[in-house]
């Protein structure tokens, strides 16, 4: 069963969240502020972080950022700080998805069902399991893992399956809608998200972020991978040396 950490400091929200978490079947733990966050996560490590924006004592980014420091625990914004520019600061502090208030709460557990289903994927056994080697990426699907030039690369989960799904696509131009869908299995949603994705994969694959070579812009349509991707097996090429792809 999975744990929750819901940090929310507006009692009426968090017990509505609460009950609706608890009835889909997750165990559920609330603090109401910045440090009381960070004191329950370190404490009893949850599996996803539903955090406010709005918080006492410290605002949610920061313990977003502190969060992220601890391990790689998936956060669900939750916040009525509506504006692109606060949901775009948002992504790239390290969430990996948000709901704005007001909101569902069928679609918070649903947003929160996506996003552990993402990290709690079984993986294979090793033998077979599953490579990309692009480059000088390479990319273990089943630990969801990158490294490059020998060093593992700190991802979010939707960071992680957005590279994935366009090195498996290399040279097909996406648009911003049609990487909601497939990535983020939104049929609607604020297309920024993706542009901010993007961005800070560019900051962490590309030479240069400034000018990209593997994940290049389609002015007027979208996003494309410029690098071409091998499939391979943990038995054939150990996951930790990167290979040029042909």
């Given at each position: 069963?999975?744990?929750?950490?819901?940090?929310?400091?507006?009692?009426?929200?968090?017990?509505?969240v609460s009950r609706?978490?608890?009835?889909?079947?997750?165990?559920?733990?609330?603090?109401?502020?910045?440090?009381?966050?960070?004191?329950?996560?370190?404490?009893?490590?949850?599996?996803?972080v539903v955090l406010?924006?709005?918080?006492?004592?410290?605002?949610?980014?920061?313990?977003?950022?502190?969060?992220?420091?601890?391990?790689?625990?998936?956060?669900?914004?939750l916040t009525a700080?509506?504006?692109?520019?606060?949901?775009?600061?948002?992504?790239?502090?390290?969430?990996?998805?948000?709901?704005?208030?007001?909101?569902?709460?069928?679609?918070?557990?649903?947003?929160?069902?996506?996003?552990?289903?993402?990290?709690?994927?079984?993986?294979?056994?090793?033998?077979?399991?599953?490579?990309?080697?692009?480059?000088?990426?390479?990319?273990?699907?089943?630990?969801?893992?990158?490294?490059?030039?020998?060093?593992?690369?700190?991802?979010?989960?939707?960071?992680?399956?957005?590279?994935?799904?366009?090195?498996?696509?290399?040279?097909?131009?996406?648009?911003?809608?049609?990487?909601?869908?497939?990535?983020?299995?939104?049929?609607?949603?604020?297309?920024?998200?993706?542009?901010?994705?993007?961005?800070?994969?560019?900051?962490?694959?590309?030479?240069?972020?400034?000018?990209?070579?593997?994940?290049?812009?389609?002015?007027?349509?979208?996003?494309?991978?410029?690098?071409?991707?091998?499939?391979?097996?943990?038995?054939?090429?150990?996951?930790?040396?990167?290979?040029?792809?042909?």
């Open positions: 069963m999975a744990r929750v950490l819901l940090v929310d400091d507006d009692i009426t929200v968090a017990d509505v609706y978490l608890l009835r889909a079947g997750f165990e559920v733990d609330r603090a109401v502020d910045g440090p009381g966050a960070l004191t329950a996560a370190e404490r009893t490590p949850p599996d996803l406010d924006l709005m918080l006492p004592g410290l605002p949610g980014l920061e313990v977003c950022r502190r969060l992220r420091e601890l391990g790689p625990v998936p956060v669900v914004m700080l509506g504006a692109e520019s606060d949901r775009i600061l948002g992504l790239e502090t390290g969430a990996d998805d948000y709901v704005t208030k007001p909101f569902s709460p069928r679609e918070l557990v649903l947003r929160v069902r996506s996003v552990l289903r993402r990290t709690q994927e079984p993986p294979p056994g090793p033998v077979g399991r599953p490579l990309l080697r692009a480059g000088r990426l390479a990319v273990d699907l089943a630990a969801r893992t990158v490294i490059r030039d020998g060093h593992d690369l700190s991802l979010t989960i939707r960071e992680f399956d957005l590279l994935a799904f366009l090195l498996r696509h290399p040279g097909v131009a996406f648009s911003r809608a049609t990487l909601l869908e497939r990535v983020w299995g939104w049929t609607y949603g604020d297309s920024s998200t993706v542009t901010v994705h993007i961005r800070r994969l560019r900051e962490k694959i590309e030479d240069d972020p400034k000018s990209p070579t593997v994940l290049t812009t389609v002015w007027g349509v979208g996003y494309r991978c410029d690098l071409p991707a091998q499939e391979v097996t943990a038995t054939s090429v150990p996951s930790d040396e990167p290979v040029e792809a042909g």
